[in-house]
């Protein structure tokens, strides 16, 4: 799964995305590429309240780096701000989501063309092409 992007869903049941950002307990983080889909890792926290504790955002930030997307319910504009500024985009879905079912959405958007945050999210995960040079010697120079 070299093109793999990381996407976490906020959940307790580790079936649906059942967790708003701020207070989820628990997060499920995938490996997912056009054709696969792995489970990396199980993240779990303690009760936290949506409002007034904004540190309990920075743990969870910090645990999502790398990743392309957070799935949940509902995510706050601090939230929002901050985990755009590290590359991850929040995805607000219903409650009781099926993770399986977003998993191959988010599939089939990859197969038929990628909106621009998961564009930007595969491109990352490619690497530069190592023949772009060749392509550049090859069109030649206008002066």
């Known amino acids: 799964m070299d093109t793999a992007i990381k996407v976490a869903f906020a959940t307790t049941d580790m079936e649906t995305v059942n967790q708003h950002f701020g207070s989820a307990k628990s997060f499920a983080l995938y490996a997912v590429d056009m054709e696969n889909s792995e489970l990396l890792e199980v993240a779990q926290f303690g009760e936290l309240s949506q409002d007034g504790n904004e540190d309990k955002l920075s743990v ?84």
């Open 60 to 143: 969870k930030i910090d645990l999502l780096a790398g990743s392309a997307a957070v799935y949940c319910q509902a995510v706050g504009g601090s939230a929002i701000n901050q985990l755009v500024l590290k590359g991850i985009q929040p995805v607000k879905v219903h409650d009781g989501s099926k993770i399986k079912d977003l998993i191959i959405d988010l599939q089939n958007e990859m197969k038929a063309g990628p909106s621009s945050w998961l564009a930007k999210a595969i491109n990352q995960n490619k690497g530069p092409d190592p023949d772009r040079f060749n392509k550049m010697a090859d069109e030649g120079w206008d002066e």
